[in-house]
């Protein structure tokens, strides 16, 4: 995603997050709305049948769905703009861990001793690349909490459709975002330019990620899903050093490296037994 959003960095950010909700929001229902209807018929159905207290269980964990993908867009980008790129990238190095806790904690998920090896060589990670800075360090913990909840919650709600289910999440977060928009008024961009990696940024950093995330946790673990996320920062990585040019230094090297070994031992199993189907 930093490719497209360094293209257009000489917009303000959140020009950029308002465009990207909306913009979503029009693709999700017009594809909901033209493929879509059978779904959404079923899942009407679905909901029509539930209890009172079902329907407003669903309906709150919805709606704090939809505040917590929200705020982690928010404080990510307000991070990046006043405090400091480090604490937004950190953030998703803490994610992973909050994610695995908040799943061994709040859902009971079974966490094996090869686990929890994993995680401690993903947190001695996280440690060489600390800046030592609290300020950062905490920014970094508000996104990645955000984030985090936002998994175990997605894994709490079940039997509805998953796009459904973005297409209302995104709905909520631009209402949420309705108010900030028409308080920071502006004329609304016209470059062509700007649209196509709108679009880019809309349908293949938001739209896909987010449904392949509601859709993985129906059978995966949210600490598996959670420990996963730890290849966004080496992509991140990948891509600073050979697309962008960016130095790399040697601990930040060894920290990315113990982050793959920390993705293979906790995903050992997962691994061995698609190994094992193939043959």
Not at 42 to 55: E, G, Q, S, V
Not at 57 to 63: F, G, R, W
Not at 160 to 184: R, T
Request: proline fraction near 4%; hydrophobic fraction near 60%.
């Amino acid at each position: 995603m930093s490719v497209p959003l360094r293209d257009i960095k000489g917009f303000p950010p959140h020009e950029i997050l308002y465009y990207r909700i909306f913009v979503s929001i029009i693709v999700v229902w017009a594809t909901i709305l033209l493929f879509r209807q059978e779904a959404l018929k079923h899942d009407w159905i679905i909901l029509k049948a539930l209890t009172t207290a079902k329907k407003i269980k669903l309906s709150l964990l919805t709606l704090l769905s939809s505040v917590l993908i929200t705020g982690n867009w928010f404080t990510y980008i307000y991070a990046v703009n006043n405090v400091s790129l480090k604490a937004a990238a950190f953030a998703y190095m803490v994610c992973p861990l909050l994610t695995a806790l908040c799943g061994f904690i709040i859902l009971k998920e079974q966490l094996s001793k090869i686990k929890v090896i994993a995680l401690v060589i993903a947190f001695l990670s996280i440690l060489i690349l600390a800046t030592g800075s609290l300020h950062e360090v905490m920014w970094a913990i508000i996104i990645a909490s955000f984030y985090a909840l936002y998994i175990i919650v997605l894994k709490v709600i079940k039997d509805v459709d998953k796009f459904n289910f973005l297409g209302i999440q995104l709905i909520l977060s631009g209402l949420m975002m309705l108010p900030w928009y028409f308080v920071n008024a502006a004329p609304v961009p016209t470059e062509t330019f700007f649209w196509g990696h709108i679009f880019l940024i809309a349908v293949v950093f938001t739209i896909i990620p987010l449904f392949l995330n509601s859709y993985a946790l129906l059978g995966m673990p949210s600490s598996a899903l959670g420990i996963l996320i730890y290849l966004n920062p080496i992509v991140a990585f990948t891509v600073a050093f050979f697309y962008f040019k960016e130095e790399i230094g040697i601990n930040q090297l060894f920290a990315y490296l113990l982050l793959l070994v920390s993705i293979a031992i906790f995903n050992a199993q997962l691994l061995k037994s698609v190994v094992y189907k193939k043959r």
